[in-house]
């Protein structure tokens, strides 16, 4: 993804699948300092995830807000020239400010060998052994 000065962010389309087949594809930025993946309040809500009404933690952004969020299971998918990639795992749900999807270690990033290939402007990921199914 392009942004404004020639800046350049590492977006890979995700899925997000919930009770009944119901699911969302999203942009999500894989996050090496995001501890967890998190998505915003919003996307459970959108896929028919029921959360609990006490947070499970909370996070605090790089600028020091600190914001409550939600555990869920759920299942994320990748797409890529016919080949399809889906897990359940463990999402942390978070409300506003939390607006971009982090693709973090838990989640996400432990399942798959990422490079990060900045002057071509792209990211491999090769699932490793530990994702659940494979």
Known sequence: MEL???LFRPIVAVALVG???KRRLLDGLPDTGADRTFFPIREA???GLTLSSVPDGTVKTAG???IPF???EATLEL???GNVIRWPTEVAF???PLCIIHLGTRGFLEYFHTTFRGPERTIVLQPTTTLPGT
């Open 4 to 6: 404004p000065a020639g």
């Open 70 to 72: 939600y555990l869920s």
């Open 45 to 47: 809500q959108a896929v």
């Open 64 to 66: 020091g807000i600190s």
């Open 79 to 81: 797409r890529d020239a």
């Open 19 to 21: 009770p009944n087949g």
């Open 94 to 96: 978070a409300p506003e």
